[in-house]
């Protein structure tokens, strides 16, 4: 996709843990979404997850400092979605994802 029409994507917690420092090999999906060619949706209930699950990893300051870089992005769009799909049965918890997803209309 072009930088005129960049990919729409939802990220799971884990797959932007391990991209979003540049020490990892796959940084360069947060290097693609920091570059604008990547357009990144995300709802409450993934923004509580992520802010959870960083702040297991990294202290409360370096939390803050990435999310607070990657959320004023301009091509990070927040999505209240309205619909909950219940597709995935084994991991409930990662509805959250699809139903941001549809109601974006990702990639």
């Known amino acids: ?3 005129n029409n960049p990919l729409k994507i939802v990220v799971d917690t884990n ?10 090999s796959y940084y360069k999906i947060f290097e693609e979404i920091q ?3 990547v357009n990144v949706y995300v709802s409450n209930d993934i923004v509580s997850e992520y802010t959870e699950v960083f702040s297991r990893r990294y202290t409360p300051h370096i ?6 870089t990657l959320f004023n992005l301009p091509n990070v769009f927040f999505i209240d979605p309205k619909f909950q ?19 974006s209309s990702v990639d």
């Open 63 to 68: 939390t803050e400092i990435l999310l607070n």
């Open 85 to 103: 799909w219940k597709l995935i049965e084994l991991d409930p918890d990662d509805n959250k994802f699809v139903d941001c997803a549809g109601a």
């Open 35 to 37: 570059s604008g060619k």
């Open 15 to 24: 797959v932007l843990l391990v991209r979003i420092l540049p020490r990892f």
């Open 1 to 3: 996709m072009s930088i």
